[in-house]
Each structure stands twice: as C-alpha cells, then as structure tokens.
C-alpha cells in the first residue's frame, strides 16, 4: 500500500495489480513504483520513510558476517560478541553502572537494542519514536513477549514535532544519519538531556548519500586486491571489481532518509558535545568495500581472507579513516 496525497490507494488503483511475473510488466510495475515514490517524496517525505522501512523486511537485505559484527563490537568496547548493539551497551554498562532512569531513542526501528538495555537493567524506561508504522508494530509485540510493554512508550510520530521532558539518556544507534539535519539533531539532544544525562550514539558519520571519494574508494580497490576473481560473481555474471559509490539520485529515491545530512555529524558534535569519548568504529573496508560482494562470503570457509579485510579496515581506522563512529557525551549544564 502507497499513501498519495493523504489518501490510501493500492496499486491497483493505476490499474496495475494485473501486472505480475517479469518481462515488459514488471518495468512498468517498477517504474509506476518510482513514479509514485518520487511524487511522495516531494510532498511528503515521511510517508515515503513509512512505506519503505515499514517494508524493509520484503526487501532485499544486505546479509550480515557474524565475523564483521564481532569485529565492530571489539572496535567499541573490546570484547567480541555478534549481538548488534551489545557493544555499546557494555560500554554505557562499564561507564554508567548506576544506568539510567529515562531515556529516549529516535528512529530505533524496530528496538532490539533498546530493549536488550532495557533488560539488562540500564535503563528504567524508553520513550521510542518511529515513523515506520510497520516496525512500530512488530516492536510493540516483541515488547509484549519480553514483558518489557510497561516500561516502553512507542510514538509512530515525528519526534521534532512535540515538546518533551529532559531525559537522562538520548540513544541514537543507526538512525541520526537518517535525519535531515544532524546538527540540528545533536544539538536537539543536548536540550533535551537531563544535568549530568548521557548522549550515546553508534552511527554512519560518512559522506552524504554514500558519495564515498575517489580516494575512498581507490582504497577499498587496494584492499579487495587480495579477494581472488572468482568471488566478484553474481549469477554467472561477474562484479566488477572497482569500487563506485550507489547513485545518489536512486538512494535517495528508495528511501529519502538515508544519510541525506550524515557528513555533517562529527563537526556537530565537535560544536555540541566537545567532551566527548569518540571511537573510531571502521566500515571503509567492510561497508563500502565489501558490501557488493558480502553474499559470496563465509564466515566458515572464507574466515581467514575476512579477518585479513577486517585487519586491513581496522589499520584505516586506527588513522582516522573511518565511515563509522561511536560518541558519548556527558551534559554538564
């Protein structure tokens, strides 16, 4: 379902639910698909963010290594462990082990972080906000299988729009990216931190829309020299092995919210937070590098070529080159 102008119509409504399978049907099906996106997006952009998160699940997935997920928990609190998001939470745990009483998370999908704080005795209480009515719900029924539903307040609303109290905790893990003005958004959260709350986030902090450099991607194309030809395959077809970034236009067609603003992220909270503890997180090599052929990787029979990637990625990282960070900040005022 596509919301157009404030009026729910299906597809079908352009006289297209007859239009299945592949071939010349398919096209059109995928360029009235666009057609409809580009026209939302003009005029209301959350909508498009709605349909295309609340959806996610039907797209088609970027498969995630265990062994790169290990990589980036090491990365941030030195202890390897595959669970997304548990290597801050055990860095926040180590900092903060008093936790904290209320804490909010914008763009938190669909909670699984915020919830595992939340169990781990963290933090008391979650004000969550999403626009992706879709997660919102799937969220709200994990909440109610963890019995975690008294301590979680969801708001399918946009966080911007409404005053709120102070919290002791402002979370924000892969999702400031997405916001339109990320200084904008880090300042926002210092406003809203309680005296002596905490500004915790785990983020890409790369070039906006992916538009990664020429010299970015000349070292990815260093890097991926030691992975052999035959792994730059897709369905007998072969991948070609220079690094490019994604089409701008495209991605932010698809999904208006992903890293319109994210450049701007580490300056803001040089400005906003100039305390703060920043990790060097990596992703040059396993994000931008890896990822058009991370289908043809295993983390059994291709262990060793991955950690030699990972180890090359983690060097970057170590001298500054770095698409993702980690930052926690104290509020003293």
Request: proline share 4%.
């Amino acid at each position: 379902m596509i919301i157009c102008g404030g009026a729910e119509m299906g597809l079908g409504g352009f006289g297209l639910s007859r239009l299945s399978g592949g071939g010349i049907g398919s096209r059109i099906r995928r360029n009235w698909e666009r057609a409809l996106e580009a026209h939302l997006l003009a005029r209301q952009p959350n909508k498009v963010i709605d349909h295309h998160w609340s959806n996610r699940s039907a797209l088609r997935e970027r498969p995630q290594l265990p062994q790169i997920k290990t990589h980036v928990s090491k990365r941030i609190c030195g202890i390897p462990t595959a669970r997304a998001g548990k290597g801050l939470l055990i860095e926040l745990q180590r900092r903060y082990p008093e936790g904290f009483e209320r804490a909010i998370s914008v763009g938190a999908g669909q909670a699984a972080a915020e919830m595992d704080l939340l169990r781990a005795g963290i933090v008391e209480h979650f004000d969550i906000f999403e626009l992706a009515s879709g997660r919102i719900k799937t969220a709200r029924e994990q909440a109610e299988r963890l019995g975690l539903e008294r301590r979680i307040t969801f708001h399918n609303s946009d966080v911007f729009l409404q005053r709120h109290q102070r919290y002791d905790l402002v979370y924000w893990r892969n999702s400031l990216h997405h916001m339109s003005d990320t200084r904008a958004a880090v300042y926002w959260s210092k406003e809203h931190l309680s005296r002596n709350g905490v500004f915790a986030m785990q983020e890409y902090t790369g070039p906006n829309r992916l538009q990664y450099t020429p010299r970015q991607m000349e070292i990815c194309d260093h890097a991926l020299s030691i992975v052999p030809d035959s792994y730059f395959m897709s369905n007998g077809c072969a991948i070609n092995r220079k690094s490019v970034p994604p089409c701008a236009k495209a991605l932010a067609r698809r999904d208006p919210s992903e890293a319109p603003d994210s450049e701007s992220i580490m300056s803001a909270l040089a400005d906003a937070f100039p305390e703060a503890s920043l990790i060097n997180v990596g992703g040059l090599v396993y994000f931008a590098g890896m990822r058009r052929i991370i289908r043809n990787l295993s983390d059994t029979r291709d262990s060793e070529l991955i950690m030699r990637l990972l180890d090359i990625d983690a060097d970057l990282a170590n001298q500054g080159e770095s698409l993702f960070h980690v930052a926690i900040a104290q509020n003293s005022q």
